[in-house]
């Protein structure tokens, strides 16, 4: 893979980010029933990783001579918080599967610096897929 292929992919993931934020503030605004209390603490922290992790996608695509996207991703509305919570899950899978990838990448590439920086968004998002899995009673 050549480094405008790695640019690009590194995009794309900052955009589900973007969609990430954009999705979990909604949830976390309209999520309703008692059961969910918890699960609504724990959105507002995946909240505020998504974050980190959007910005770290940024700075690695700057640091690889590229341009950070702006593009924000469409977000469809949920009917009711168990569908929220499934929305989230379904990206934050998609995410996990992506940064797998990533890492893998870099290294063969011989990016160890972009590859470390990756390292703690795969955790992270190893970590919100159990969470909301956890949550669905999954
Ligand atoms: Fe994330
Ligand atoms: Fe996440």
Redesign the pocket.
């Known amino acids: 893979m050549d480094q405008t292929k790695l640019i690009e992919l590194l995009n794309g993931d900052l955009e ?2 973007y969609r ?1 934020i954009v999705q979990y503030i909604s949830h976390i605004a309209t999520a309703k029933g008692a059961e969910f209390q918890s699960t609504i603490e724990e959105l507002r922290q ?1 909240l505020s ?2 974050l980190q ?2 910005t770290a996608l940024a700075e690695q695509v700057d640091f690889l001579g590229g341009v950070p996207s702006v593009r924000v991703p469409p977000v469809s509305a949920a009917t009711d918080t168990r569908e929220a919570l499934g929305q989230d899950l379904e990206l ?1 899978q998609n ?1 996990l599967e992506r940064y797998r990838e990533r890492v893998s990448q870099t290294q063969e590439m011989g990016l160890g610096d972009v590859s470390e920086a990756l390292r703690p ?1 795969l955790q ?2 190893q970590d ?1 897929v159990r969470d909301l899995q956890a949550a669905l009673g999954l």
Do not use: D
């Open positions: 589900t980010e990430s995946h990783q998504e992790h959007a934050e995410q968004l992270q998002t919100h």
